[in-house]
Structure formats: C-alpha cells, structure tokens
C-alpha cells in the first residue's frame, strides 16, 4: 500500500512517498503536494479506493464531492 503524507520543517516542506521497504522526500510547495494527492485519489473519498477518508471517517463519505 502507498502511503503519502507532508512533513514540514522550518526551512522546507516535502512531499513523502512510502511503500513497504520504500522511503523518498521530494520539496514540494503545498500546491504540488495537493496536485499529488489528486494523482493518486488520496484528496477526497473515492468509490472503491482505499485511502485516509474512508480509512479515517474523514469527510463526505459519498465519493461526491
């Protein structure tokens, strides 16, 4: 399962990518970092797609937006 999350330090912020035996940090500005999540269905609930809002309860639960 990928796994995608934003880790912000004081100097820069990264986009981080992790699969089983898998790590990368990429800079990326908060726009590029929400442009991924699109990429990857990981921005909203999708019908038959795994991701944080259905793993979480978080948002519309519909798949709708």
Same mark, same amino acid.
């Given at each position: %399962?990928?796994?995608?999350?934003?880790?912000?330090?004081? #100097?820069?912020?990264?986009?981080?990518? %992790?699969?089983?035996?898998?790590?990368? #940090?990429?800079?990326?500005?908060?726009?590029?970092?929400?442009?991924?999540?699109?990429?990857?269905?990981?921005?909203?609930?999708? #019908?038959?797609?795994?991701?944080?809002?259905? #793993?979480?309860?978080?948002?519309?639960?519909?798949?709708?937006?």
């Amino acid at each position: %399962m990928l796994v995608i999350r934003r880790k912000v330090t004081r #100097e820069q912020s990264y986009t981080v990518l %992790m699969l089983p035996g898998y790590h990368r #940090e990429w800079p990326t500005s908060d726009r590029e970092h929400l442009d991924i999540l699109k990429v990857f269905k990981q921005d909203r609930p999708y #019908e038959d797609i795994v991701n944080d809002f259905k #793993e979480y309860g978080l948002g519309d639960q519909s798949g709708r937006r």
